[in-house]
């Protein structure tokens, strides 16, 4: 099973931009699925975007559809989340995870999650 940890995270200002990235170690990185999540504090975890194997197909929450993309480097074993024009309630820890398929990534059943990175969005 590969591994992942995120990193990219900080304190940016509103209408700013940050790319988060996800690293992945073990296993075969091109035949999963990636997903972006986010908890804010007092809220439950929720999905925000998710790539396949291939890069081809992605899939964006619509809070963030027209300000987040997501890509992947299978020659580097790392998928991006790229933020722009955040907003204060983009605020969060910001999760990666895999599995096979994009729809499996947005039921959000995951036993493991790494420890995430911190965005913080001020106004």
């Known amino acids: 099973q590969v591994q992942v940890a995120e990193s990219g995270g900080g304190l940016v200002q509103a209408g700013g931009s940050l790319r988060l990235s996800c690293a992945a170690s073990?296993?075969?990185?091109?035949?999963?699925?990636i997903g972006w999540f986010r908890q804010a504090p007092g809220k439950e975890r929720e999905f925000v975007a998710a790539?396949?194997?291939?890069?081809?197909?992605?899939t964006i929450a619509d809070a963030v559809k027209s300000r987040f993309t997501i890509s992947r480097d299978n020659a580097k074993n790392t998928v991006y989340l790229h933020m722009n024009n955040l907003k204060p309630e983009d605020t969060a820890v910001y999760y990666c995870?895999?599995?096979?398929?994009?729809?499996?990534?947005?039921?959000?059943?995951?036993?493991?999650w790494g420890q995430g990175t911190q965005v913080t969005v001020s106004s």
């Open positions: 995870n895999c599995d096979s398929a994009i729809v499996l990534l947005m039921s959000i059943k995951f036993d493991y």
């Open positions: 790539i396949d194997q291939s890069g081809d197909t992605t």
């Open positions: 073990g296993g075969t990185f091109s035949t999963y699925a």
